[in-house]
């Protein structure tokens, strides 16, 4: 098999999480009127600095770990044991917050189950990002 097939094999979680931030991304300029991507003009601006320094080093930790290790094989791996399904388990109730908050923000279903996928398969890698994107909207539901 060719490198580039197996590349495209090895990584193909990672090419559909750089569409996904491309897209993200892309409809969130695309929206007039909406907020700065990584700049805060409102309060608590830091914060927004903050979520993307987090989402960075993170995928950064995840990129370095998919290099090491296969996730699928490694999730293969780790189903046996009680306590790595408890965390999965815990992981993924956890994500109903964040879809939730996107429900409220947005006021839209169809956003929320937009983001479900992303979130679903990404985790917070997907989440970081919504939150990065909307950060001074989602702040000001909490000081209005």
């Not at 892309?26 to 979520?51: A, R, T």
């Not at 937009?114 to 702040?139: C, E, H, M, Q, R």
Request: proline share 3%.
């Amino acid at each position: 098999m060719s490198t580039i097939k197996q590349n495209l094999r090895r990584n193909w979680l990672w090419l559909f999480y750089t569409l996904f931030l491309i897209v993200a991304i892309g409809y969130h300029v695309q929206q007039s009127g909406h907020e700065n991507i990584f700049i805060s003009d409102g309060p608590y601006g830091l914060g927004k600095i903050l979520v993307w320094l987090i989402w960075l080093l993170f995928l950064a930790y995840s990129l370095r770990i998919s290099w090491k290790e296969n996730f699928f094989k490694s999730l293969v791996k780790m189903n046996p044991i009680l306590w790595s399904r408890q965390i999965g388990l815990d992981l993924y109730i956890g994500l109903l917050l964040p879809l939730f908050i996107i429900y409220l923000n947005q006021g839209s279903l169809l956003v929320m189950l937009i983001w479900f996928l992303p979130i679903f398969v990404f985790a917070n890698l997907a989440t970081l990002i919504y939150v990065g994107l909307n950060y001074d909207s989602i702040i000001a539901h909490f000081i209005a």
